[in-house]
């Protein structure tokens, strides 16, 4: 499904966004039925990279001191969602073909969930010609649909429209309402974003309303 083809976000719904290198995405996948039933939850498929390209930002694994601590605690938020979390032998890898996939067939939450289970549950890089077909096989997506310019141009406009939105991480829950959009990044903040849904005006009372004022003290070039 293209870009143009995919249907727009409207009010009610909560894209969960993310990229399957993330292994706290995995585990935000597991506490998506406690969402209200009302809420329509569209997963969107980003580059990780792109996003923290556009805002200066490295990811966790990339910072050597951060990258086993990393791994560590998504594999213990995992465990305590029941997940049995297995990392594949290389991370980061390359996404970008499996995100394709994924971007391209425009995949369902029970699509979603097979991916991660592949790369987290299996321990599997689909960064090689053999990973990615098998990748492919276990979501039920053509392998070829990965060189395809539509699913390249979706994936383009999902982590562009990701950028727009305020989305600097993954995963993050981006909740469109008619007065715009607010975020909510990483699994610990899936808290937060329960008490926003079930409150709107929470942020717009203190202790929240006057975070909006603070200044910045001083900035790193």
């Avoid at 569209?42 to 996003?51: K, N």
């Avoid at 990973?131 to 383009?156: H, M, S, Y």
């Avoid at 993050?172 to 008490?195: I, K, Q, R, T, Y």
């Amino acid at each position: 499904m293209s870009s143009e083809e995919r249907k727009p976000a409207t009010h009610g719904t909560i894209d969960f966004v993310y990229d399957i290198l993330s292994p706290f995405a995995h585990v935000a996948l597991t506490r998506l039925d406690e969402l209200p039933a009302d809420r329509t939850i569209r997963p969107v498929p980003v580059l990780l990279g792109g996003i923290l390209s556009h805002w200066g930002q490295r990811g966790p694994a990339e910072i050597s001191a951060k990258r086993l601590h990393t791994y560590r605690l998504s594999v213990f938020l995992g465990r305590a969602r029941g997940l049995d979390m297995r990392f594949p032998p290389r991370h980061p890898f390359n996404p970008l073909h499996a995100l394709r996939l994924l971007a391209g067939s425009d995949a369902d939450l029970s699509t979603v969930r097979k991916a991660f289970d592949f790369v987290f549950r299996d321990g599997r890089a689909p960064d090689t010609e053999t990973e990615l077909a098998a990748f492919a096989e276990t979501i039920g997506v053509p392998a070829e649909l990965a060189g395809d310019e539509r699913a390249k141009a979706a994936l383009r406009a999902n982590t562009d429209g990701a950028i727009e939105h305020g989305v600097f991480g993954v995963p993050s829950f981006v909740v469109h309402e008619p007065a715009g959009c607010e975020v909510f990044w990483g699994v610990d903040a899936f808290d937060m974003l329960l008490a926003w849904l079930d409150d709107s005006q929470l942020f717009e009372r203190e202790p929240f309303r006057h975070l909006e004022d603070v200044e910045i003290g001083i900035a790193r070039k």
